[in-house]
């Protein structure tokens, strides 16, 4: 049996499981009612004859289930007590390992990513300098909101790896999100050379390269709460009426969230062509948050009305993107961030009122809705409920559970009670 993960293929033979790059396997032959032979690059050292019997198989090429993963843990760890050499308990631990990354996998897809971070751990308590264990534990870390914890791994992982195209990959975005622009610029140009076929790391990187030309000569600000960057000219005057503003809207968008985040929030303020050229936005949106609070604010002699607005509106966003670890969805992020603009839920609930006479939900996704939703359940629910769906999303708790949790009702129920409830808005 054989599968492939990532970058790695796996086989099963008499001895245990193999794992090997997939860049560095040259062919995959069969004979027939023979084992498949691999021939690779490097040489792969041939498992002691005291491994365990081989475990219960999955289909060719598939990679195998968490219950049949589950059983080849259990059959190599009885292995590894009964070794009967240093060899066979060495191999035998390598093995462990693996199984332990392919389990960690699936779990990350059914979003247990605790359970993951377990098996990722487990892995590397076997195979310390295993590089794909490191590699994704420090994407799911990341995906927790760990990034200090992901780039740790990375530092480690390329310690025992130098030039490792992955992990430079990793704690290139790491540098990235962190505005270390120029590192991320060398990290990710030395993986993508080294990964040309990689669509995803061209974007990201052509993605730095235009932060990087965007914010070339920008004046940089410190407050308590934020770093601002400037384009161009650094004028003091609207430098002073910018953190006035967004220090207001910190204390209390903290507040009516109750997340106080430790790290300070980057703002990077464009000309309207400087931040199309560097978000890929259309010329109409008046702000984005993707990590960074992104405005279109360029040429700006004072802060008005609008930006006030615009900037709660994305400091909502990063605030929920910390206390939600990144898992709330996209109409609970809109409709908290436009609800504390804020943005009354009048202007959209007649035309939402007719259109709930037919067939209305959540989905697809529209800015009203999640506005008026989210306005029906601060208003029959509370906000600390609403809070408290956010904390369980965070908690890697299924939407499903969290809205029973949360408000002793489903979302389904929710939604139609909504319905009723848009005609008067009481």
Request: hydrophobic share 40%.
């Amino acid at each position: 049996m054989w599968w492939e993960e990532g970058d790695t293929l796996f086989y099963e033979t008499n001895a245990g499981t193999v794992g090997i790059p997939r860049d560095q396997v040259v062919e995959i032959r069969r004979t027939a009612g023979k084992t498949p032979s691999y021939r690779a690059r490097e040489e792969v050292e041939e498992a002691p004859r005291e491994a365990a019997a081989p475990p219960a198989r999955s289909r060719e090429g598939a990679p195998p289930s968490l219950e049949e993963l589950d059983r080849m843990i259990e059959r190599s760890e009885t292995g590894l007590r009964r070794a009967g050499s240093d060899g066979a308990a060495s191999s035998l631990a390598r093995r462990l390992a693996d199984l332990h990354v392919l389990r960690g996998r699936e779990r990350r897809k059914t979003g247990d990513l605790e359970g993951a971070v377990d098996d990722y751990e487990s892995a590397l308590a076997r195979a310390p300098a295993h590089r794909i264990a490191i590699y994704e534990l420090g994407w799911t870390e990341l995906g927790r909101g760990r990034p200090a914890r992901a780039l740790d791994l990375a530092e480690t992982g390329l310690a025992a790896h130098p030039g490792d195209a992955w992990l430079l990959s990793l704690r290139g975005e790491l540098f990235h999100r962190d505005s270390r622009l120029r590192d991320a610029l060398e990290d990710l140009s030395r993986a993508a050379a080294l990964r040309p076929d990689d669509s995803a790391l061209r974007s990201r990187l052509e993605k730095v390269r235009r932060d990087l030309a965007a914010e070339h000569d920008y004046d940089r600000a410190l407050s308590q709460h934020f770093v601002l960057r400037f384009d161009g000219e650094r004028d003091e005057t609207l430098g002073k009426a910018l953190f006035d503003a967004l220090e207001a809207a910190w204390n209390e968008l903290t507040d009516e969230l109750s997340t106080y985040p430790l790290e300070p929030v980057t703002v990077i303020l464009y000309s309207r062509e400087q931040f199309a050229d560097a978000t890929g936005s259309g010329r109409e949106v008046a702000g984005l948050f993707d990590g960074k609070i992104r405005l279109p604010i360029g040429g700006l002699s004072s802060v008005t009305p609008r930006v006030e607005r615009v900037l709660r509106h994305e400091l909502t966003h990063a605030l929920l993107h910390v206390k939600g670890s990144g898992r709330v969805p996209r109409w609970l992020h809109e409709g908290l961030a436009q609800r504390l603009e804020p943005r009354s839920p009048d202007t959209v609930r007649a035309s939402l009122a007719r259109e709930a006479e037919g067939e209305l939900d959540l989905e697809p996704f529209t800015y009203a809705k999640s506005l008026s939703f989210v306005s029906f359940l601060d208003a029959r629910q509370s906000r600390a409920r609403v809070l408290w769906l956010v904390e369980l999303l965070a908690a890697h708790t299924s939407e499903a559970d969290a809205f029973e949790r949360a408000f002793g009702a489903s979302r389904e129920a929710l939604v139609e009670e909504w319905r009723r409830w848009l005609p008067s808005g009481s």
